[in-house]
């Protein structure tokens, strides 16, 4: 069975910029499609962006157009998530997903079954 291994995240102004990682382990990160979501407190688990592969599609939610960027290198099993113009509103608990099934429709939490440990981005001055 595959586990995500997160890492990244942390404290930054707004305005700033962030990288988070997600690295499978026990299996290739090209058997699935992977995605980031987050969380905030008090808040249901929201879709951020997500990858496929084969193919290289990606998605992203509107509110992360232009300033998050979902990346894969397949040769290291890692998926990346480049954060720039960070805003306060999205400090929230950063979590990678993976599913045995492609589409970059696959936006809902339901639809992933393997997910990381989540990692804290915290944008504050």
């Known amino acids: 069975q595959v586990q995500l291994v997160e890492s990244g995240g942390g404290l930054v102004q707004p305005g700033g910029s962030l990288n988070v990682s997600c690295t499978t382990v026990?299996?290739?990160?090209?058997?699935?499609?992977m995605a980031w979501f987050r969380q905030a407190p008090g808040k249901e688990r929201e879709f951020v962006a997500v990858?496929?592969?084969?193919?290289?599609?990606?998605g992203y939610a509107d509110s992360m157009k232009g300033r998050f960027t979902i990346s894969r290198d397949n040769d290291k099993n890692t998926v990346y998530l480049r954060m720039n113009f960070l805003r306060p509103e999205d400090t929230a608990v950063y979590y990678c997903?993976?599913?045995?099934?492609?589409?970059?429709?696959?936006?809902?939490?339901?639809?992933?079954?393997?997910w990381g440990q989540g990692t804290q981005v915290t944008v504050s001055s």
């Open positions: 990858s496929t592969w084969p193919g290289g599609s990606t």
């Open positions: 026990g299996d290739y990160v090209t058997s699935y499609t």
């Open positions: 997903a993976a599913s045995s099934r492609w589409g970059t429709s696959r936006r809902t939490p339901s639809e992933y079954k393997f």
